[in-house]
């Protein structure tokens, strides 16, 4: 505009007056920028302009660096590479570079600049020089880095810790959700941040926390802030879930927010549960110890008058053994049974004393209708005379099982004195033991009443010790014939008849048949 003027034009004085203000008040306002570098390079790179901020940052007074390259100002490495040269032909090309580099003071010390170079051009469209912006981002930049090593380091132990965290703003709306809380929901966190945190709990839970959060920005009371409490949670699938809760409080920049740490508890009250069940399971393991003990004395105590009652029935038979009265000779075959009922008696004594102690108990080939009809006869004691009709039913040919025959008896004595029992006050009392195939290799044996029944809760249990239905039973026949059947590698169960009573089942494995037509060289 200088240039432009006329010299013979009166009002050009006054703007020549105009722009020298201009220029000053522009030279103080550079002068007065002292946290930016600004200076100017003539087009071969040469200091020509030096403000106070580049004396600051840089070190140089004005009076050293004026007339200078100012390739003085790039770290050995970048001369080396043509870095100057190069900037200044990008910025005469493209008009304006702009970057991030490293640059050097007067003491050799490096600092990292934000860098502006402009190409500057007269009006002609002839390069005149260049202007250059520098600002010092060392600080700046360290402190960014400092930021995002934290944010780093606070990821990782957000992904790490292994209770949930949520993050909430005053109203409940969710700004963080970490991880572990993604695994213990069962949401990802696109889900859940941005809603109301309420979406996490039951209903009732739910309209709760949001009461409190009004309250307490109202009145300032806490409810959970500060504490550690016991709460129920939700799964994004619905179920709720037991939760240890602990809330933090935080201000940043005037906002207020909520920092929320959760462990599921679930795992924990499984595993209280289970220790409470297995203390239990170890009262009734101790009582059973101790009946077994009982038992085997009273086997031992047992066996001695039941050997010395066969001893007498046998005297007494053989003393009337050669008299032709017919009342006699009905008497000795019956004391003979007797007899014969108390030596199988001692039998299953000594075997049930082996049993608990542990000794062999002699699994052999055995028939199986023999093993049924001997425990039968044994069982039914009493029964005729109690109105019972038994029925039998048997599979055709003879079946050999492979098993401890006392045991066995003693299983099937047991369920029928119960069956007996459970038909004591029932109308019809038909008592029905079958035995029939069950799958390849097994033989099922059934023991049914047409007693009362027993309720399928009560059934669900029966087998256990302590288990009874009975008012001055001890549950432990049961328990003992469930032990027995699995020693033998079968299964014991229980069914509900349709027609009223119970019937109970339970498996032997059949005796392997040697291969007849196997070649012996």
């Known amino acids: 505009m200088i240039a ?12 020549a007056r105009g722009d020298a203000a201009l220029a000053e008040e522009l030279g103080l306002l550079i002068d007065g920028a002292t946290t930016y570098a600004i200076y100017m390079l003539d087009p071969r790179g040469r200091v020509t302009i030096w403000n106070r901020g580049a004396e600051r940052i840089k070190g140089w007074a004005e009076a050293e660096i004026i007339g200078r390259d100012f390739a003085i100002f790039y770290p050995a490495d970048d001369i080396a590479a043509g870095k100057p040269a190069s900037d200044l032909a990008r910025a005469h090309a493209d008009g304006r ?4 580099s490293w640059r050097v003071r007067k003491d050799g010390s490096e600092f990292l600049a934000h860098v502006t170079i402009t190409a500057l051009h007269d009006d002609a469209g ?9 600002r010092d981002i060392t600080h700046e930049k360290a402190a960014e880095a400092a930021i995002v090593r934290r944010e780093h380091h606070l990821r990782s132990i957000l992904s790490t810790v292994p209770d949930a965290m949520i993050v909430m703003n005053e109203n409940g709306i969710v700004a963080s959700f970490s991880a572990a809380a993604e695994l213990v929901f069962g949401y990802g966190a696109h889900e859940v941040i941005g809603q109301n945190v309420a979406m996490l709990m039951p209903q009732t839970e739910a309209r709760d926390h949001d009461a409190h959060l009004r309250k307490y920005r109202h009145t300032g009371e806490r409810h959970v802030i500060g504490n550690v409490r016991l709460e129920r949670a939700m799964r994004k699938g619905g179920e709720t879930f037991p ?20 462990r599921d508890l679930t795992n924990r009250h499984a595993t209280e549960r289970r220790l409470q069940e297995l203390q239990s399971e170890l009262v009734h393991v101790s009582r059973v110890s101790a009946m077994g003990t009982m038992a085997s004395t009273l086997a031992h105590e047992i066996n001695q008058p039941l050997t010395a009652i066969a001893n007498y029935l046998e005297a007494t038979r053989a003393m009337i053994a050669d008299n032709d009265d017919p009342l006699l000779v009905d008497v000795a075959e019956a004391l003979e049974l007797a007899a014969a009922q108390s030596l199988r008696a001692g039998t299953i004594v000594r075997r049930l004393r082996a049993f608990v102690d542990g000794g062999d108990t002699g699994f052999r080939d055995e028939p199986l209708d023999l093993l049924v009809e001997e425990a039968t006869s044994l069982g039914l004691l009493g029964a005729r005379e109690a109105g019972i009709a038994v029925v039998t039913t048997a599979p055709p040919g003879p079946v050999m099982v492979r098993v401890d025959r006392i045991q066995i008896q003693q299983v099937l004595v047991n369920l029928i004195r119960n069956a007996i029992q459970s038909m004591a006050t029932s109308p019809s009392r038909t008592l029905a033991i079958a035995t029939a195939p069950e799958r390849e290799g097994w033989i099922e044996i059934t023991v049914a009443d047409t007693g009362t029944g027993i309720d399928a809760a009560v059934r669900a249990r029966l087998f256990e010790a302590f288990a009874t239905t009975k008012e001055d039973g001890m549950g432990l026949g049961l328990s003992i014939c469930r032990t027995i059947v699995e020693a033998h590698g079968g299964r014991i169960w229980a069914d509900g008849v349709a027609s009223g009573g119970t019937a109970f089942h339970f498996t032997v494995p059949l005796a392997v048949v040697p291969d007849s037509g196997a070649n012996h060289d």
């Open 4 to 15: 432009s003027s006329s010299p013979h034009d009166p009002g050009s004085h006054a703007v």
């Open 97 to 100: 570079v702009e970057e991030e």
């Open 126 to 134: 002839a390069l005149r020089g260049f202007g250059k912006v520098i």
């Open 243 to 262: 939760i240890e809760l602990a809330v933090g409080e935080a201000s940043i920049a005037g906002e207020r927010i909520f920092t929320g740490f959760i």
